[in-house]
C-alpha cells in the first residue's frame, strides 16, 4: 500500500502539468512543515543558529529570520 507521501511524490511527477504541480505544491507544504519541526527539534536540543543553518545550507541569518519568530527566543 502506498504511503500518502508517495502518492504526492508520483503526483509531482505526473505528466499532465496540472496534476504535477500541485504534487509539487504538496511536497513544498510537507519540506516546509518539516523544516519547522526539525529545526524546533535541534534548538530544543541546544543546536546553535550556525550548526540548523550548516545543516540546512543556507546562511546563519536565514534560518534565524526564517524561524526566530516561530518560537519566544531570549
Excluded at 511527477?13 to 496534476?19: E, G, R, V
Excluded at 527539534?41 to 545550507?57: C, F, I, P
Amino acid at each position: 500500500m502506498a504511503s500518502p507521501t508517495d502518492a504526492v511524490a508520483t503526483a509531482a511527477a505526473a505528466d499532465d502539468p496540472a496534476t504535477g504541480l500541485r504534487g509539487v505544491r504538496a511536497l513544498r507544504e510537507l519540506a516546509d512543515r518539516l523544516e519547522v519541526l526539525q529545526v524546533q527539534a535541534a534548538r530544543e536540543r541546544g543546536w546553535s543558529w550556525q550548526e540548523v543553518a550548516e545543516a540546512l545550507g543556507v546562511s546563519r541569518q536565514a534560518v534565524h529570520k526564517k524561524h526566530a519568530r516561530s518560537r519566544k527566543e531570549p
